[in-house]
């Protein structure tokens, strides 16, 4: 049985850094394809593997990849090298705050949020335990 959930292989994620927003036009428009970025790897080669049950921390300074990885592995970007799989639903809350309503109680913000997610009440309801 195959429980492994949210697998990343040799993913890589960077950016195209440029010294003013005028070397990105030149750059797109150069007729011999002249490069004017420096690359920027916020992520290079990452490897995991997490199973069904665990519970996984990501702790590092600022900058160090922690928030790319989380929108990496939700879908919300897309990396560069490399594969990333995920079985099951999965949703980001990566600030904070993010998805809750200070104007609903507590309950009425997990069956909210679980609407958002696609989630029925009825779904939300057997899940209310665990949450």
Sequence with gaps: ?????????????FYKLYNTPGER???????????????????????????????LGIVGKNGCGKSTLLKLICGVLTPNEGQV????????????????NPGFSGMQNIFFYGTILGFTRKEMEEKLDSI
């Design 1 to 13: 049985m195959n429980n492994i959930e949210i697998k990343i292989e040799n993913v890589s994620k």
């Design 25 to 55: 036009f030149k750059e797109a428009l150069h007729p011999f394809g002249k490069v004017y970025h420096k690359d920027f790897y916020a992520l290079k080669n990452i490897n995991l593997k997490i199973k069904k049950g665990e519970i």
């Design 85 to 100: 799989t995920v079985n099951g639903k999965i949703s980001a809350l990566l600030e904070l705050g993010s998805g809750f």
